[in-house]
């Protein structure tokens, strides 16, 4: 597994505050309690989320669930952390959340 440092973490979360600030939060919790690692999968899975939404050929957001993310490394090096599973359900209804126009 490679080492995972602050620089390349601090840049996914930089590229997530941009679309969904209240997800840099639970970002910052997951490294604190779960670890860089984890946080650097589940902040990727959100910006893999983002291209995807802009694209016209996918579901609607609000419709994704963490099984549909259960092939992303983030699942495979937290499957025994009930704890990260937790957090980044928290994280993507977080996302979608923020995702919501005004006044739905």
Not at 10 to 23: C, E, G, M, T, W
Not at 35 to 59: H, P, R, V
Request: glycine share 2%.
């Amino acid at each position: 597994m490679p080492e995972f440092s602050d620089e390349p973490l601090a840049n996914l979360i930089d590229q997530v505050r941009a679309y969904s600030p209240n997800s840099t939060l639970l970002l910052f919790q997951m490294r604190e309690e779960c670890g860089k690692q984890a946080a650097y999968y589940a902040a990727f899975i959100l910006i893999w989320l983002q291209a995807t939404t802009e694209s016209e050929y996918n579901k609607p957001l609000n419709e994704y669930t963490s099984a549909d993310f259960e092939d992303f490394a983030f699942f495979e090096v937290t499957k025994d952390n009930e704890h990260a599973l937790a957090l980044f359900d928290r994280l993507l209804r977080t996302y979608q959340q923020d995702q919501m126009p005004v006044g739905n």
